[in-house]
């Protein structure tokens, strides 16, 4: 069992910088693939950003060059620093731990979320 907590969001004027933080507690949390999602109205939740077990990372195409996505296994936290931040970044920001369950199928857990809003 993973328990995920998300901070860091806030109103932010265009052009501005937000660093989200993600606290995960439980045990294994190195094991885990963790993402951050949004979800804006009328749209499925998209992940932003992952990062791998191993260090690797990906992000969606709107958000590279601008956001950066790292990990702590140390005081098992993930981190989304976001730059350069536009209106349609605007939403509700979500972390996610996954990883895969013995024989079959996947352990998934969700924050709550933390609002992000990017408003002049």
């Known amino acids: 069992q993973v328990q995920l907590v998300e901070s860091g969001g806030g109103l932010v004027q265009p052009g501005g910088s937000l660093r989200l933080s993600c606290a995960a507690s439980?045990?294994?949390?190195?094991?885990?693939?963790m993402g951050w999602y949004r979800q804006t109205p009328g749209k499925q939740r998209e992940l932003v950003a992952g990062?791998?077990?191993?260090?690797?990372?990906n992000y969606v195409d709107s958000v590279k060059g601008r956001f950066t996505i790292s990990r702590d296994n140390a005081f098992g936290m993930v981190y989304l620093q976001m730059n350069d931040l536009k209106p349609e970044d605007t939403a509700p920001y979500y972390c996610?731990?996954?990883?895969?369950?013995?024989?079959?199928?996947?352990?998934?857990?969700w924050g709550q979320g933390t609002q992000v809003t990017v408003s002049s």
């Open positions: 996610k731990a996954r990883r895969a369950a013995p024989g079959a199928g996947w352990y998934e857990y």
């Open positions: 990062i791998s077990s191993g260090g690797s990372t």
């Open positions: 439980g045990s294994s949390f190195s094991t885990y693939t």
